[in-house]
């Protein structure tokens, strides 16, 4: 691991310098958005440490997806609830059928991958018939 992926894959940059460079941007609203209650099967792609989890306690499960070791390592250790399942991978269509989630969530994901992985994402997601509610925030734009 490089000294840049070890910089920006560190829990310190995620959950404490990150918001200050994003202008402390309250996320609690966005999470709102997901109207998650304790019936709703939420899935987090592109999960990091788990950011989703400090606003969202309403669930029945929450299956976290993400390709950093480090980042799903530090989760297990900071996140001890038996509803949190994680995944060091990326999702798939036969997980979101398995799963049958009703909420999804993907913050500060789609600036990671390009047009054609985000299309197909996103069409892997609207053949998910459980799903109620998506929400996704990209407080970065690159072309």
């Known amino acids: 691991m490089n000294?840049?992926?070890r910089f920006f894959g560190s829990p310190w940059v995620y959950r404490w310098l990150r918001?200050?460079?994003l202008g402390g941007f309250d996320f609690s609203n966005v999470y709102?958005?997901?109207?998650?209650?304790n019936s709703d099967i939420l899935v987090d792609i592109g999960c990091g440490f788990g950011n989703a989890l400090e606003y969202v306690k309403d669930f029945r499960e929450y299956h976290g997806f993400d390709t950093s070791p480090r980042a799903i390592e530090w989760m297990?250790?900071?996140h001890n609830d038996p509803r949190v399942h994680l995944y060091t991978r990326e999702v798939t269509g036969a997980?979101?059928?398995?799963?049958?989630p009703?909420?999804?969530t993907m913050m500060?994901?789609?600036h990671?991958?390009?047009?054609?992985?985000a299309t197909g994402l996103l069409e892997m997601l609207s053949s998910t018939a459980s799903l109620r509610r998506i929400i996704t925030l990209d407080p970065i734009f690159l072309r």
Not at 32 to 37: E, Q, R
Not at 95 to 100: E, T
């Open 3 to 5: 000294l840049k992926e």
């Open 19 to 21: 918001p200050l460079l």
């Open 32 to 37: 709102k958005w997901l109207n998650c209650g």
């Open 76 to 78: 297990r250790s900071n």
């Open 95 to 100: 997980d979101l059928q398995a799963l049958a």
């Open 102 to 104: 009703t909420c999804i």
């Open 108 to 110: 500060g994901l789609l």
């Open 112 to 117: 990671h991958i390009d047009d054609g992985a």
